[in-house]
Every structure is written in structure tokens, then in C-alpha cells.
């Protein structure tokens, strides 16, 4: 898969039913999640790469002064981390979109939405990151590959 089909992967499940929400669920887990793992881990250089402790990705990804604002877009940690937290949000969305169908509601179109919106969303943001860490790390002179 390439960028290309990652995103075309995303457009195919856009409308929100139920059967959309399930399939991108499926989707995620066997093919989004793994092939933004193994880009990642061809742009910091290794054959692979997995999720850090939440802990130890809330602490490598936080950018609390100016001087981090400068310098952490270039360093491997910054988007380990962020790559970690976005592989544990996406499989919250996907163990609550597995339990949407055994749990009618009054609430089953705003359940529907926000679930399939927020792993939509959590999915787009992850090629956006993506290309920022291709750009950072591997595009610009004095970094990984420039």
C-alpha cells in the first residue's frame, strides 16, 4: 500500500452507516494501523516499529516551550509518540465501534456519527502526520535523510 491507497482506503468507507463504520473498523486494524506503522518505521530507519507506553508517548510528544516548538518537529521521538497516541485512539473508536451494533439506543445515529467522524478523523491525521515526519526528518538538510 502507498499513500495513495491509504486514502483512497479512507474515501471508500466516507458515507456513515453502520456497515461503513464496521468495515473502516476492519479496515484500520488489518491495514491503516500496520501500514502507518511500517512507513514510520522506514523513516526513523528501522525494519520496525511499535507503540510506546502511554506514558512514556505523552511525555515524548508534548511540546510545553519555545525551544521545543523548534526542535522536537525534527527528532524521531516527537513522532513515535504521536504516532503511538493516534494507534491507541484509533483502537478505542475500533473496540467502541465493535460494540455499537450489541447496544441499541435512542442515540444510535449520534453514536453512529461521532464514532465513524472521530476514527475518520484519527485516520486522516494520521497521513497528515505522516508526510510531516517524512518532510522533517527525511526532506530537510542537517536531519535523517536530507
Known amino acids: 500500500m502507498d499513500t495513495d491507497d491509504y486514502k483512497r482506503g479512507l474515501q471508500r468507507w466516507h458515507d456513515k452507516t453502520a456497515t ?56 524521531k521521538t516527537f513522532y513515535h509518540a504521536h504516532v503511538s497516541m493516534l494507534n491507541a485512539e484509533a483502537r478505542k473508536y475500533i473496540k467502541a465501534a465493535a460494540t455499537f451494533q450489541r447496544m441499541p439506543s435512542p442515540y444510535t445515529d449520534t453514536r453512529l456519527e461521532t464514532l465513524h467522524e472521530g476514527l475518520h478523523t484519527i485516520l486522516d491525521h494520521g497521513i497528515i502526520l505522516f508526510e510531516q515526519a517524512s518532510h522533517c526528518l527525511l526532506e530537510l538538510p542537517g536531519t535523517y535523510g536530507g
Do not use: C
Open 20 to 75: 461503513n463504520l464496521e468495515e473502516l473498523s476492519a479496515w484500520t486494524e488489518a491495514e491503516g494501523l500496520p501500514w502507518l506503522w511500517n512507513e514510520f518505521a522506514g523513516i526513523i530507519g528501522q525494519d520496525r516499529a511499535k507503540p510506546l507506553q502511554a506514558h512514556h508517548a505523552v511525555r515524548q510528544g508534548l511540546r510545553t516551550t519555545p525551544a521545543d516548538f523548534e526542535k522536537m518537529p525534527y527528532e
